[in-house]
């Protein structure tokens, strides 16, 4: 009905927004990966985000939440495909966990990574996986 349609319409619009977000964050992550192997000397201390571990994590994030914003369009669909729905969940799922893997993988990942992040880092997974199950 209308309140699908415009779910579907909603989730298609974020989702877009989301994956524009982590180019954004690729951008930066490569600009961190620069500053280290250029020796650049940083004063004073940066934000969390500006390591590129963080930001490399943030746009697989982005990238996540995109996955899992078409995954709900998918369920709300005139004729919602419930095995591509929890497919999309699945997947939704490994780039969250991918996020936490470049997190782990850099130098300063984990410890300059907000607790906010880690945190949903946590709980991602999970609730995109129960989604999937309820799916099927």
């Known amino acids: 009905g ?6 579907v319409e909603a989730a298609r619009a ?3 927004a989301l994956r524009r977000a982590a180019g954004i964050w690729e951008a930066v992550s490569r600009a961190g990966h620069e500053a280290v192997a250029s020796d650049a000397n940083l004063c ?3 934000s969390a985000e500006a390591y590129a571990g963080v930001a490399e994590a943030m746009s697989a994030v982005a990238l996540a939440d995109a996955q899992a914003a078409v995954a709900l369009a998918a369920e709300h669909r005139a004729t919602p495909s419930r095995a591509l729905a929890a497919k999309l969940h699945r997947g939704a799922a ?15 990942g984990l410890e300059a990574a907000p607790s ?10 999970s ?9 099927l």
Not at 2 to 7: F, K, S
Not at 116 to 124: E, P
Not at 127 to 135: F, Y
């Open 2 to 7: 209308v309140e699908g349609a415009a779910a």
């Open 14 to 16: 974020a989702s877009a």
């Open 44 to 46: 004073g201390e940066r």
């Open 94 to 108: 490994q780039l969250y966990d991918g996020a936490s893997d470049a997190l782990r993988a850099a130098s300063r």
């Open 116 to 125: 906010a992040l880690l945190y949903y880092l946590r709980l991602a997974p």
């Open 127 to 135: 609730l995109t996986m129960a989604r999937a199950r309820r799916c």
